[in-house]
C-alpha cells in the first residue's frame, strides 16, 4: 500500500506565532489555557480515513481515540497516561503526522509550561505506543524541524527521524545539559532541523553554545 506523509491539521488550525495569553490567572503561558471543551477531529487523506479525536472532560482533554475507516476498534488512551501528568492543551497547539494506515505521530505542547509531546499511535491492533516526552516541536515557533520529520532529546543529544521511513539520526551535546522541559528556552534556544543537518543553540555549562552536525538517516 502507497505511504502518504499528511500534516494534517484537519479541524485544527495550528498557530505558527508566539505564546499567548492564559484563560485564567494572567501570568504568561506559552499558549491559551481557556477551558478544552469541544472535541479536537484530525484527520488523514488516505482512502480509509484515519483519524485521531481527542476528547474534553473538566475543561481538560482528558482522552485520545485513534482509527480508520473499516479497522474495527476505536483505539484509546486517557492523554495523562501518554504525557505521565495532567497537561492543559489548546486546539490550535495540536498537530498530526499521519503516515498512512501504519501509524500517526501526535503533537502537542502543554499550554501551561510550553512542554512538548510527541507520541507514535500505531494503528495495528498490538503495536506498542511510542512516547516522547521531551519533544521538539516545530509547535513552538523557535524550533524549525522540518515537516516531514520529528525531533525529541533526551539529557544528552538530539534525535530525529523520518516519519515515513522511520530512518533517524541524532547529535550529542557532549554532555547532560540538565534541561528542565518546563522551562525548555532556558536549556535550548533554538533548532534548525532538515534531512540532512542538525543546528542547535544550547545552554552548556551556563554558555550559550551553538551545535552543527550534518547528518545522514539510517
Known amino acids: 500500500m502507497r505511504s502518504l506523509f499528511?500534516?494534517?491539521?484537519?479541524?485544527?488550525?495550528a498557530v505558527s506565532t508566539g505564546g499567548c495569553k492564559s484563560g485564567g490567572s494572567g501570568a504568561k503561558t506559552f499558549c491559551d489555557t481557556t477551558c478544552f471543551k469541544d472535541t479536537v477531529k484530525l484527520t488523514g487523506d488516505?482512502?480509509?480515513k484515519p483519524y485521531v479525536y481527542i476528547s474534553p472532560g473538566e475543561c481538560m482533554a482528558d482522552t485520545v481515540i485513534w482509527s480508520y475507516k473499516g479497522m474495527g476498534v476505536n483505539k484509546k488512551e486517557a492523554v495523562s497516561f501518554l504525557t505521565g501528568r495532567e497537561v492543559q492543551l489548546n486546539k490550535d497547539y495540536i498537530r498530526c503526522l499521519?503516515?498512512?494506515t501504519a501509524y500517526v505521530w501526535l503533537m502537542f505542547n502543554d499550554c501551561a509550561?510550553?512542554?512538548g509531546y510527541l507520541v507514535k499511535l500505531p494503528f495495528n491492533k498490538t503495536a506498542t505506543i511510542g512516547r516522547k516526552?521531551?519533544?521538539?516541536?516545530n509547535i513552538d515557533p523557535k524550533f524549525a524541524v522540518a515537516p516531514n520529520m520529528v525531533a525529541?532529546?533526551?539529557?544528552?543529544?538530539?534525535?530525529?527521524e523520518d516519519v515515513l521511513t522511520g530512518k533517524t539520526a541524532q547529535m550529542t551535546f557532549g554532555k547532560d545539559i540538565g534541561a528542565d522541559y518546563d522551562v525548555i528556552h532556558e536549556h535550548i534556544d533554538s533548532v534548525s532541523i532538515t534531512p540532512d543537518r542538525i543546528w542547535a543553540k544550547v545552554k552548556i555549562d551556563g554558555k550559550w553554545t551553538e551545535l552543527e552536525k550534518k547528518i545522514t538517516l539510517k
Open 133 to 137: 516526552n521531551r519533544a521538539i516541536n
Open 113 to 115: 509550561t510550553g512542554h
Open 98 to 100: 499521519f503516515n498512512d
Open 46 to 48: 488516505h482512502e480509509l
Open 6 to 13: 499528511i500534516p494534517a491539521l484537519a479541524i485544527v488550525i
Open 152 to 160: 525529541y532529546a533526551d539529557p544528552g543529544n538530539i534525535f530525529v
